[in-house]
């Protein structure tokens, strides 16, 4: 398709939303307009809701999480209701994925394949509201038994970033309502339209008024207003570490929420001279290219074994150079655009200040004209000393920093010298040294021989600066529940006073 072609796929005037409360959908009393990072076009005008369309939403999410409309139904009707959801997902796949490119900047061809990944959350999730349970104590004596009950929390507050609008969403959303939790949402002010597309198809499958409220807006405002609100019970932060430090603060100074935080990262992919390097080299391009490495678990540090570093980042250079940077549109592009002016500011400037600090550029670096939108080559930076901002800081970015290294306990010690712990790549052919370093790097996730790998069972979530709790999987719906220990007496009371 020619670039005129790709023209007749955008839209000819913004979709308008309103946003969603107690099961209606409600007008906004002033507006914001997305553009497409790809194409400088309007695309979406979204709500700036105000502090009081905020308290309705946790007003109608508390009356439906104390009215047992949902908590109070069986395991088997909230399965029945996700898998509905995920079959609207199904049907409205092509509508979810169109709108993800225009407001994100991602390929067609990636997003469509991301909801494919959040039709299998809701599945996932389906299965885990029938088999979430407590536990049973049938040791503490005849004339008493002990249980534990897995309840939901309550109200959550869910805040997201604008990188996978969607598929963040979905990673939580349907574990949050297996639960038997109310939520509101609150997305990224530049990236709304797909969570509320989300509120169309859970109440088209059934799901009751009040249970999944959305408001948008910006950051400072709603999101801070949502952290404060002291009629939240739980609120679950996905962004940056210093956001997610403010929410810590806000959790402090108002009803002290349960907070879960995914927060940001510094991911190293570790490379020995033994592993197949075709292989690996694929792989650091697609951690680093994958999404323009605007992605929590992006591999951005590259530690490779010094008798192969240089062999290895030839053949690395090389295939970024094949990377297809272009029209999100286009099935053959693999990279499409920078979300947003300010995150591509901060990516040049970072590239700026590695040649500045004298890091060795050694692909890359530039930003890429393709007449609109904005667009940044897939960009290598070698011979780092340790304290280069580039190789230390979350770029979020397509921007890879490369350190060598000469014995597993150096390759251990750089993937560690980090505040995050997120994720971590390794590639290795020797059993006894991928266990070894699988089990002393400090990484939520971690990925032997393959990167960014794995489906809705398996939970997500960060060790040290990277995050607090899981989401996903069994454990992703458990972190939504508090513990209720229960004893039951049975026989006749030991009296404590005489008779
Ligand atoms: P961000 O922290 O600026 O914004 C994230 C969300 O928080 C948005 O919805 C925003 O509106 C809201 N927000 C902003 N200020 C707020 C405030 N004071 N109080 C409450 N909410 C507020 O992050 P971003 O730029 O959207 O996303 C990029 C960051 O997110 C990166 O650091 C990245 O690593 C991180 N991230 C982490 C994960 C993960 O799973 N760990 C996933 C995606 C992104």
Redesign the pocket.
């Known amino acids: 398709m020619n670039d005129m072609a790709y023209g007749a796929l955008l839209p000819e005037t913004p979709r308008e939303f309103g946003f969603f409360v107690d099961g209606a959908w409600r007008a906004g009393h002033d507006w914001f307009t997305r553009t497409s990072p790809s194409h400088d076009i309007p695309v979406t005008r979204i709500a700036r809701c105000t502090t009081d369309d905020l308290d309705a939403a946790v007003a109608a999410a508390r009356r439906a999480f104390e009215n047992r409309s949902w908590a109070g139904l069986p395991g088997a009707e909230r399965a029945g209701i996700l898998l509905r959801t995920a079959e609207g997902l199904r049907r409205r796949r092509d509508e979810i994925a169109y709108w993800e490119v225009l407001e994100n900047g991602k390929p067609l061809t990636q997003a469509r394949g991301e909801i494919d990944h959040c039709i299998a959350c809701f599945e996932v999730a389906a299965g885990a509201a029938r088999l979430m349970h407590g536990d049973s104590f049938n040791n503490l004596g005849d004339s008493l038994l002990g249980l534990t009950l897995r309840e939901p929390i309550g109200v959550v507050g869910l805040?997201?970033?604008?990188?996978?609008p969607f598929l963040?969403l979905c990673e939580r959303v349907p574990f949050i309502l297996a639960s038997g939790c109310t939520l509101v949402v609150?997305?990224?002010?530049v990236t709304s339209a797909t969570t509320l597309i989300l509120a169309d198809i859970l109440a088209e499958a059934g799901l009751p008024g009040g249970v999944y409220n959305v408001v948008t807006g910006?950051?400072?405002t709603?999101?801070?207003a949502?952290?404060d609100h002291p009629d939240v019970d739980m609120l679950s932060?996905?962004?940056?570490?210093?956001?997610?430090r403010?929410?810590v603060h806000?959790s402090a100074d108002s009803n002290l929420k349960k907070l879960g935080l995914?927060?940001?990262?510094k991911n190293p992919i570790v490379v020995f001279a033994d592993a197949n390097l075709h292989d690996a080299a694929d792989a650091v391009a697609f951690g680093i290219g994958f999404n323009t490495g605007?992605?929590?678990?992006s591999s951005s540090r590259l530690i490779v074994e010094r008798s192969v570093a240089r062999e290895f980042e030839t053949i690395l250079a090389d295939k970024m150079a094949k990377i297809r940077v272009g029209d999100p549109f286009d099935p053959q592009t693999q990279i499409g655009a920078i979300t947003t002016q300010a995150?591509n500011d901060t990516i040049m400037g970072y590239i700026a200040q590695g040649q500045k600090e004298g890091a060795k550029l050694l692909f890359g670096g530039r930003a890429l004209d393709l007449g609109r939108g904005h667009f940044i080559q897939p960009t290598l930076f070698s011979d780092l000393t340790p304290s280069m901002a580039v190789g230390r800081e979350?770029i979020?970015g397509p921007v890879l920093s490369s350190f060598h290294f000469d014995t597993t306990e150096q390759a251990i010690a750089l993937a560690n010298d980090t505040v995050y712990g997120?994720a971590a790549s390794l590639w290795t052919r020797d059993i006894d040294r991928a266990l070894t370093v699988t089990r002393r790097v400090r990484a939520g996730r971690f990925w032997v021989n393959t990167i960014m790998a794995g489906g809705p069972e398996t939970p997500?979530?960060?060790f040290k600066q990277?995050?607090w709790g899981r989401?996903s999987g069994l454990l992703g719906v458990e972190e939504y529940t508090q513990v209720k220990s229960v004893h039951i007496e049975t026989g006749g009371r030991t009296h404590w006073i005489a008779s």
Do not use: D, Y
């Open positions: 805040i997201t970033p604008w990188n996978f963040i609150k997305p990224a002010e910006a950051g400072r709603i999101g801070q949502l952290a932060f996905t962004g940056s570490t210093a956001v997610g403010s929410c806000a995914e927060l940001g990262g605007q992605c929590c678990v995150q979350e979020f997120l997500i979530g960060g990277s995050g989401e």
